[in-house]
């Protein structure tokens, strides 16, 4: 009897073991964007964890400076809230625009815009995301895959840093 017990208890931990990742990823410390790269590092202690493929908007080169421009901001941030319930696969947004950003945009009269995320795919995608990567889509945002999207999702806190360059 005790043999049984002891036999089902070790298929039950063995079963929900091999349901966590061989090796998880640890948390990351910060996140790095290189636009020209198009690629979206996660960093701990300085050194690089993991690289992802992104997309950014059609219009990828240069600084955000308005609402509606589709471009991608550069500078540092910080991300500040996840949305498990997003309009795409999940979303990490990113605290744009900080102070600098609304003086910039004040100046100029404009709005500086906003809900800049890191997110995954639309539901109603209508290309795999292998080919949807290979475009810029979004309105300024940084899409990753699905798949991408769930690791970054592990990885990253709300506070943790983001630096996205040129």
Same mark, same amino acid.
């Given at each position: 009897?005790?043999?049984?017990?002891? /036999?089902?208890? =070790?298929?039950?931990?063995?079963?929900?073991?091999?349901?966590? %990742?061989?090796?998880?990823?640890?948390? @990351?410390?910060?996140?790095?964007?290189?636009?020209?790269?198009?690629?979206?590092?996660?960093? /701990?202690?300085?050194?690089?964890? /993991?690289?992802?493929? +992104? #997309?950014?908007?059609?219009? %990828?080169? !240069?600084?955000?400076?308005? @609402?509606?421009?589709? /471009?991608?901001?550069? !500078?540092?941030?910080?991300?500040?809230?996840?949305?498990?319930?997003?309009?795409?696969?999940?979303?990490?947004? +990113?605290?744009?625009?900080?102070?600098?950003?609304?003086?910039? #945009?004040?100046?100029?009269?404009?709005?500086?815009?906003?809900?800049?995320?890191?997110?995954?795919?639309?539901?109603?995608?209508?290309? %795999?995301?292998?080919? @949807?990567?290979?475009?810029?889509?979004?309105?300024? =945002? +940084?899409?990753?895959?699905?798949?991408?999207?769930?690791?970054?999702?592990? #990885?990253?806190?709300? !506070?943790?840093?983001?630096?996205?360059? %040129?």
């Amino acid at each position: 009897m005790k043999s049984s017990v002891f /036999r089902q208890f =070790c298929t039950l931990f063995l079963f929900f073991s091999l349901l966590q %990742p061989v090796l998880a990823l640890p948390q @990351a410390d910060q996140v790095l964007v290189v636009k020209s790269e198009r690629t979206l590092y996660l960093k /701990r202690e300085g050194k690089s964890l /993991r690289a992802y493929r +992104i #997309a950014l908007g059609p219009v %990828p080169w !240069g600084h955000k400076r308005q @609402a509606g421009d589709e /471009r991608t901001p550069e !500078g540092h941030y910080v991300l500040d809230f996840k949305n498990p319930d997003s309009r795409y696969y999940k979303s990490i947004r +990113i605290s744009y625009p900080n102070l600098q950003d609304r003086f910039r #945009a004040q100046s100029l009269g404009v709005s500086p815009g906003g809900n800049i995320m890191i997110h995954g795919q639309p539901p109603d995608a209508e290309w %795999p995301p292998e080919v @949807a990567q290979l475009f810029n889509w979004t309105d300024g =945002c +940084i899409a990753v895959s699905n798949e991408d999207m769930d690791e970054i999702w592990q #990885a990253v806190s709300v !506070g943790t840093p983001i630096e996205i360059r %040129p």
